[in-house]
Every structure is written in C-alpha cells, then in structure tokens.
C-alpha cells in the first residue's frame, strides 16, 4: 500500500492499521514509504517506490510471501504511485484509490509550491497523458462524496484504459452506502446509527461485492458495507 498526501505530508505509518482486513484473510502487506517533496522531486518518489517493489519482489521469500503475487494499492497520491508502478515486472495487478491522474490541475494550483512540476513533468509523469501498455487489471475507486476533480479523473482514466484495450477495471463510485469524501469519512449512517467503516478499510478488508460490467466508465458495487459488530 502506498500512502497519500499529495506526495508532501504523510507518512506509512498512518495507514498501518490498514494491514488488519488483508492480514485477516492471509494476505501479506507491505506499507511503503517515500521521501516527501521538496526534498526529492516527483520523478524521484517515483523512482523510491518502484525500488521498494523491486525490493519486495527480490525478498518477498523471505518473509512467507509469494513474489509472484504481488499487488499495488495507493490512496489519493498513492493512487497516482500505484497507476505509474503497474508496469512493474513484480506487479500483477493494482487497486487505485481516489487517485490524481492528470497532474495538470496540480500544477497550475498551491500545492505544487514544494513539487516544481513542469509542464515535461505533467506530460510524463500523468497516467493519463502517459498510458501504458501493461495488462496487469487494474481497479479505479473513488467515494461518492469525493472530491469533484478526483471523481472526475478516475473516469475519465478508467475510460482512457479502456480505449487503450486494458481490461478488469471499474471506477466503483458508491452513490449509496459509503458516501466517503477525501479525508476517508463517511457522511452515512447505517440504519442503527453506526458510524460506517473507512471506506480504504472496507475495500482492503474485501467486504464489497463489485458488479464489474465490462467497458462501463462507472460501477455500483452490489451490497452494502456496514460496520461490523
């Protein structure tokens, strides 16, 4: 799992507690780190986390993992990592969460004060404007409440891909059961008040059933995740 934060603030060990849903299930994981703009550049956190997969594909065996079945996640920052890494030779597939896939917007905005993007940066370093040919299957996520912005560009990414011939992915954007925003809240209640899990937390702990239809820009998934008692 790769960390969030508009590749400037946060750190790996925030989102640590993402490791219970996929440990539950036997699934290992690795939260990677990366140095923080401006003390390295985009190009360069780039380069920091295709090294830490190299690293895990090399010494996976190590730990009791199959290097053989390794599989990217990334919220918001970590979503636009986690699109730039799936050309990896270790990565057999990727979930992307309310990522950032035209760096345009960031450019022309504050928050690229401390990253010095480029207009050669935005070209090259934009899952969008950069598509690749891999064919690991990707999964685009977003909440229902998100960010307009963020919405926008997980479908119009998930359609690109799907122009480009890339198939097993679905821009899942729940209109009634997780209205989640940027921040990961919920803005629902469940029918006994309960507050609902992290929609991050829900996706890992693989409590949704998705309905992928195939081509579509836009999938509901089928059930409903409430908290669990």
Known sequence: FIHGGYWQMR???TFSFLAEGPLAHGIHVACIGYTLA????LQGIAGEVRAALAWLAAHAAGYGA???RIYVSGWSAGGHLTALCMDEPAVRGGLAISGIY????IRLCYLNGKLGLREEDVETLSPLRRMQTSTAPMMLVCGGAELPELQRQSADYAAARVRA???DLAVVQDQDAIRADHAGQSVRQDQ?????HQPVQCLLDRRFVFRVDRGQRLVQHQNRCVAQQ
């Open 11 to 13: 750190a790996k060990e």
């Open 66 to 68: 199959d290097a053989g």
């Open 38 to 41: 401006p003390d390295i550049s």
């Open 165 to 167: 011939g890339l198939h």
């Open 102 to 105: 035209d760096l345009e917007p």
């Open 192 to 196: 006994r008040g309960a507050a609902d």
